[in-house]
């Protein structure tokens, strides 16, 4: 056998220690032992081998523009987005392109090979990033899956020219239909336009992904029309409620009626661990409450969980790396998921779970697959989400596009070790 590339001895995520051949884009084998003339031998002995990083929530067209045209001064959802929409005034599409690009750019230096941003189509001035991310998503196809969001951020109804903006959006090309019910006018508008997105999905055969109930507002329930026209509509497996936060707010007895509306429907839900603690409670004083949705009794009910990323260096958010075990590590945190199984459902939550949310079924480290994959620096996932360590390769579609190498600290300390790396597994 002949093939392209041989990774030697890696670590599965389930511990397995294995070899992994790939040939003209796919993974040609993953056996203990492969024998085979390569094109080139990686060795990754004791490193852990993982499929891809994904993120299931992001705003590509509002990333790194942080500081423009000023910064959010109360740190509110509210007043992050008012400034966004003095930004898209002044923003051309050349450099929302340019800022997607370098985006991408860090994605793939840290294995994360999978996005779905949501895209604004409030106006026509929030159309240049409709148009940019088209453009984008062509240029970045070759190693990146960029699924686009039909996103009116200022409302279905509420904005006067988001729904033509939004059906002219898919008519482009834009993947999956968005929405942000909660911030209609009245509840009963919410609830109309959750109902009439859920209808052009259906209708035009694509995924759903909704901004909902993002409020500390214990009566914002969207999410349960969302599951109802999810029912009603046969989308089932194909609609994701993202952000959820009115949940940790929510009246136990009714969440102990939504949560198993949610899992019939099989609606996904993708809480923003590091922006939903950031923007959430802002109105609170103390006990100021943590801001993220009920992710373990979710995960209890079987409901698919996928934490997204949402923002990195934009109106709502001055920080970000691009890197999806910050997330994971956060949302451990503050779902309190500390136990070995939920530690290692939160690495899945950045990858194999993600995966089945958008769709990209042909990834995996199987026989078969696309030969997307990234290399880390840790001995197994838990150690990943501690260290969140250097990618020391990345693979996609059988081609390496990412690569760094593994360095340890050199210490001078009488009697110490010369150099350390912090690893520590438990195995
Ligand atoms: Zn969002």
Not at 162 to 179: K, W
Not at 198 to 215: K, N, P, S
Not at 300 to 312: L, P, S, T
């Amino acid at each position: 056998m002949t093939v392209d590339v041989l990774l030697k001895g890696g670590v599965l995520p389930n511990g397995q220690t294995t070899d992994i051949a790939i040939s003209d884009g796919v993974i040609a084998a993953v056996e203990p032992t492969i024998d085979a003339e390569a094109g080139e031998v990686v060795d990754i002995a004791g490193d852990l081998v993982s499929p891809p990083f994904l993120d299931p929530h992001f705003h590509m067209d509002a990333t790194l523009s942080y500081g423009q045209p000023r910064i959010n001064a109360s740190g509110t959802l509210l007043e992050g987005i008012a400034l966004w929409g003095e930004l898209k005034k002044e923003q051309t599409e050349e450099e929302i392109a340019e800022r997607a690009l370098r985006y991408c750019d860090w994605a793939v230096s840290m294995g994360l090979l999978g996005i779905r941003s949501h895209v604004d189509t409030s106006d026509d001035e929030a159309m240049k990033g409709v148009r940019a991310l088209l453009s984008v998503r062509e240029t970045v196809k070759p190693y990146l899956d960029l699924q686009l969001v039909a996103f009116p951020q200022d409302g279905f109804y509420r904005a006067p020219q988001a729904r033509q903006n939004t059906l002219a959006a898919l008519d482009m090309g834009v993947d999956v239909v968005g929405g942000i019910p909660h911030f209609e006018r009245t509840m009963a508008e919410g609830r109309a336009c959750v109902t009439e997105l859920c209808e052009i999905a259906a209708e035009r055969g694509l995924r759903v992904d909704m901004h909902c109930d993002e409020t500390d507002d214990p009566l914002s329930r969207h999410i349960e029309q969302l599951a109802y026209e999810t029912q009603r509509l046969g989308l089932q497996g194909r609609v994701v409620g993202s952000h959820l936060t009115s949940m940790h707010s929510m009246d136990n007895y009714y969440v102990s009626k939504l949560l198993p509306l949610m899992a019939e429907a099989e609606v996904a839900a993708v809480p923003n661990p590091l922006i939903n603690i950031t923007l959430q409670g802002r109105h609170d004083t103390y006990p100021k409450r943590r801001g993220l949705t009920r992710v373990p009794e979710m995960l209890a009910h079987g409901i698919r969980v996928a934490w997204g990323q949402d923002c990195v260096r934009d109106p709502w958010y001055a920080l970000g790396t691009a890197d999806m075990l910050d997330v994971a590590f956060m949302g451990l945190h503050v779902a309190q998921m500390t136990s070995p199984a939920a530690m290692r459902q939160c690495f899945d939550m950045v990858t194999s779970d993600t995966a089945a949310i958008m769709g990209l079924h042909d990834l995996g480290l199987e026989k078969g697959k696309r030969a997307s994959l990234v290399v880390l620096d840790a001995g197994d996932p838990i150690e990943a989400i501690r260290l969140r360590p250097d990618r020391l390769l990345v693979m996609s579609n059988g081609k390496i596009i990412a690569r760094k190498e593994k360095r340890k600290t050199a210490l001078s300390v009488p009697g110490r070790p010369t150099e350390i790396d912090r690893r520590h597994s438990a195995g």
